[in-house]
């Protein structure tokens, strides 16, 4: 499905890519937009009063139009970043100053990295309480552990829409209405890297405070992300990361700082990054997310059943197998074989597969697990992909069983 549109294919007409959800390839037409932006423009924003100068920031300013209409927000409220990683470091930064060490953040166990380790480090400079909601074996927060988690005292709860593990999405909205009923002052942070390559965000339905995803993830570049916040929150909050293009006074005792997004947009941005984000925007748009969607639950179904059918006990499914609440991403553990075994002797085979810890350590540990196998979906993938897999799998298998 869509295979031509991506040039990385000409170069490599036989490689089968299954780790998407470590990056996506890229369509030429963001390819061409970042390209563009580099021969016929390659200047930079604000204050250059030539044309061509005058020229990039007003495209910059359509794209933030267009990102913050992607997912229902004002342009106000959209900050560029250079990922998810970026943002939610920066966004703790931000945060700290209203942080007490009478206070508690709260985070999940499935958590990446990055929506873990800036709040776990946040708690312990500031003395406060760090707390992990512990997920069901079908990868989803109860109400029950909600309720058991959540004090008085939660001043940040941090959440990921999708695990990059599982695969299994949350439901946004609901989640988020069940801890404002309990803890109503927390501000909440999601990190969507994962949940916005497959499925629509809409910030309003959600009533997130913050919430952080990276372009590559969406068939675009490295190196460009996108921080949501609530206008009210960034019209109050101060920047922590400081540079030019940002103030309106810096010369007396207490520098004056320019509204958002400007007061967060510190140096020089990648701006022919964020020229190719709006070309993933538009990429993303001309598809659909419900067809996204489709393409998406038709494989991982079919991959999690030729893998079952297959191999039977020695496959486990992690996450279950509800079809139904994944997008995108597949990972299982193979009885008496090591995943780094089976994705060194797929890559040998021409076939692109993920293994480890996949940066959520605290998921694989708590589950008693060491790495696993991660299969990872896009819109280049289809089903012969995944049977050129299980055709590897099953020699994989073949080699390394003991031979009696």
């Not at 999708?162 to 609901?174: A, H, I, K």
Request: hydrophobic share 40%; with cysteine; net charge negative.
């Amino acid at each position: 499905m869509h295979k031509e549109l991506f040039p990385f294919f000409t170069h490599y007409p036989e490689l089968v890519y299954l780790d998407s959800a470590a990056t996506a390839l890229k369509p030429k037409s963001v390819i061409d937009a970042e390209v563009e932006y580099l021969t016929l423009a390659s200047t930079n924003l604000s204050r250059g009063l030539y044309p061509l100068a005058e020229q990039t920031s007003a495209h910059v300013d359509i794209i933030r139009k267009l990102t913050a209409s992607f997912i229902n927000a004002l342009p106000e409220e959209i900050i560029f970043t250079s990922g998810t990683t970026a943002g939610l470091n920066m966004l703790a930064l931000i945060l700290e100053e209203s942080l007490s060490a009478d206070d508690a953040i709260v985070v999940t166990d499935f958590e990446h990295h990055a929506n873990y380790l800036p709040w776990k480090e946040l708690a312990k400079k500031k003395k406060a309480e760090f707390k992990i909601l512990k997920s069901t074996d079908t990868g989803t927060i109860s109400e029950a552990e909600l309720t058991a988690t959540l004090t008085d005292n939660t001043a940040i709860v941090a959440i990921s829409a999708l695990s990059n593990v599982t695969g299994v999405m949350q439901d946004v909205p609901r989640l988020i209405e069940s801890i404002r009923e309990i803890v109503p002052h927390a501000v909440i942070v999601v990190d969507a890297a994962q949940y916005i390559a497959h499925k629509a965000i809409d910030v309003r339905r959600w009533n997130a405070d913050f919430v952080a995803f990276s372009g590559h993830k969406l068939y675009g570049p490295t190196g460009i992300g996108v921080l949501y916040g609530k206008h009210n929150f960034l019209r109050v909050l101060k920047p922590r990361i400081y540079g030019g293009g940002m103030v309106l006074d810096a010369c007396g005792p207490e520098t004056t700082y320019k509204e958002s997004p400007d007061r967060f947009e510190a140096g020089t941005q990648n701006i022919s990054g964020i020229f190719a984000l709006g070309a993933a925007i538009d990429f993303i748009k001309s598809i659909g997310y419900d067809a996204l969607q489709r393409h998406d639950q038709k494989l991982q179904k079919y991959a999690g059943e030729r893998l079952i059918d297959t191999f039977g006990e020695q496959v486990t499914l992690v996450g279950g197998r509800d079809y139904t609440r994944r997008s995108g991403i597949l990972s299982f553990t193979f009885t008496g074989i090591h995943p780094h075994d089976i994705a060194t002797l797929l890559g040998e085979k021409g076939i692109c597969v993920r293994a480890g810890e996949h940066c959520a350590q605290p998921w694989h540990r708590g589950h008693g697990l060491s790495a696993t196998t991660r299969l990872s979906f896009g819109l280049y993938n289809s089903k012969e992909d995944i049977d050129l897999f299980i055709t590897a799998l099953i020699e994989i298998k073949e080699l390394l069983s003991p031979k009696s």
